[in-house]
């Protein structure tokens, strides 16, 4: 009988707002180290933490969005412990009353369940590069707003795991909760991973921690399977490991005793969290949610009749799906819309960071304009880049740019003799039967025009000299 992997997910989002979740300090990314820290946030006695309004906003879209419910009231916790990185020797989390619990992220049709999602705040950084031989400190984080979503043991593969953190990545940039930045740590995963034989208890938890890409969690699970595995079919007993994969490899942390003792208790400087008290009514925010990423990925197949695959690319940000959808209220086919985006507006912006430079007006401009025969396909996709860089009209530019398409038939009359007069033994060929040497002739005469002979013209000129005895 084979193993079942069992699979959970804790991940640390960080809010998108300006200042940190209990104190006017700026929340911003790569500051000089310590120029962001405030009597609250570095815990100096006397000092009283108030809740951001933005955060706790955000931290209830994010459950709105992953189908949670979420509690008018709920409670912030203190969770204890020693660490260089935590001035106050606690941070100001949620333990026993989370903000909201039970939601859902379906994927590829199943349902996987979230357990809670609570609000909390960051810890600071320790810096191992700046003095040879010392820890440096840098308390900037130090309160900034991150939630905390755990899901339920409900994933079955690291593959699995991987495709739910692409789409919550993709939900909570629709929601505009956070920007998931990696690299800044806006987004961080743990992951805890057990094997059982079907039927049977859980097996034994092992964790990894610091987890810096997507590809790295289904790496690191796909590793700590394979140990759990071998070391079971071994006959040998499974610790309590918690491992890192900061470079890449499985390694060894802390032997954990037990669960870690954090003496969690309610936090004595702040009231319950009452969502009423900021004015937020988590009915009025789910009306004020957007169309979310899978219904929108849905709609596109039913209404643009485009492929799974298709509408997945188109909605993998909400700013391709706006654009996209610009393109079609513009007057452009569904179908060639997705094709102009999905190849070469896409690949503009992959060489320009991921900005969709090209104003959706004027790409609309550009495929209406080919599709009425002023310039190829290919002249098009060369124009592209002058696009995003003026306003001149897409008519002008393709003539400026020499793109415009020739029909006039003493210029095609010269590149077809041209070409012919260059091949006489093609030419005995093609006369003798070998229909195919067309193609050839077609391609030596879009060379000699640089791609601007109307293909169709063209063609119709070279049949018209090749049927011709000379
Ligand atoms: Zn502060």
Avoid at 116 to 132: N, T, V
Avoid at 343 to 358: F, Q
Wanted: glycine share 8%; net charge negative; with cysteine.
């Amino acid at each position: 009988m084979s193993w079942q992997t069992v699979i959970g997910l804790e991940i640390h989002v960080q809010l998108r707002t300006r200042s940190k979740l209990f104190c006017a300090c700026s929340a911003n990314f790569g500051d000089p180290p310590n120029t962001n820290v405030c009597p609250v946030c570095l815990g100096l006695p006397g000092a009283l933490p108030v809740p951001n309004e933005g955060a706790i906003r955000l931290a209830v879209r994010a459950a709105l969005g992953l189908g949670c419910t979420v509690h008018r009231v709920s409670l912030f916790a203190r969770k204890n412990y020693f660490y260089p990185d935590l001035p106050k020797g606690y941070q100001i989390s949620q333990f026993e009353e989370p903000l909201a619990t039970g939601g859902f992220l379906e994927i590829d049709g199943r349902r996987i369940g979230i357990a809670r999602l609570h609000l909390e705040e960051d810890a600071g950084k320790s810096l191992h590069d700046r003095f040879p031989d010392l820890t440096a400190l840098d308390f900037n984080r130090c309160g900034v707003p991150l939630i905390e979503i755990v899901t339920r043991p409900d994933l079955r593969s690291p593959e699995e795991g991987r495709a739910f953190l692409t789409s919550l990545k993709r939900l909570l940039e629709y929601l505009e909760v956070s920007d998931c930045n990696m690299e800044e740590g806006s987004l961080r995963v743990d992951a805890n991973l057990s094997v059982r034989k079907p039927g049977q208890p859980l097996g034994v938890k092992q964790e990894v921690k610091n987890l810096n890409s997507f590809a790295a969690v289904e790496r690191a699970l796909g590793e700590l399977r394979d140990l759990q595995v071998r070391t079971l079919e071994a006959g040998e007993e499974l610790a309590l490991t918690t491992y890192t994969a900061r470079t890449g490899e499985l390694k060894a942390m802390r032997a954990k005793e037990e669960s870690q003792d954090y003496r969690y208790f309610p936090e004595p400087d702040l009231p319950p969290l009452d969502l009423a008290a900021y004015g937020i009514d988590p009915e009025e925010e789910r009306r004020l949610l957007p169309e979310l990423p899978q219904a929108r990925q849905a709609r596109f197949e039913r209404v643009y009749g485009l492929s799974a695959y298709d509408s997945g690319v188109l909605t993998a940000t909400r700013q391709i799906a706006d654009y996209y959808e610009a393109l079609v209220e513009s007057g452009i086919d569904a179908k060639e819309a997705a094709n102009w985006v999905m190849g070469p507006v896409l690949a503009d912006a992959n060489l320009h960071g991921g900005r969709l430079r090209i104003p959706p007006n004027r790409m609309a401009e550009l495929i209406l304009f080919v599709a009425r025969g002023g310039i190829s396909q290919q002249a098009a996709k060369r124009m592209l880049p002058h696009l995003a860089e003026t306003d001149q009209p897409v008519a002008l530019l393709a003539e400026t740019l020499g793109l415009v398409q020739v029909r006039d038939r003493d210029l095609l009359d010269r590149w077809v003799n041209e070409t012919l007069q260059s091949h006489p033994g093609e030419v005995q060929r093609f006369r003798a039967g070998e229909a195919r040497l067309l193609a050839f002739f077609m391609g030596e005469v879009m060379k000699l025009s640089k791609g601007r002979a109307d293909p169709k013209l063209a063609r119709e000129v070279l049949l018209e000299r090749l049927s011709l005895k000379e």
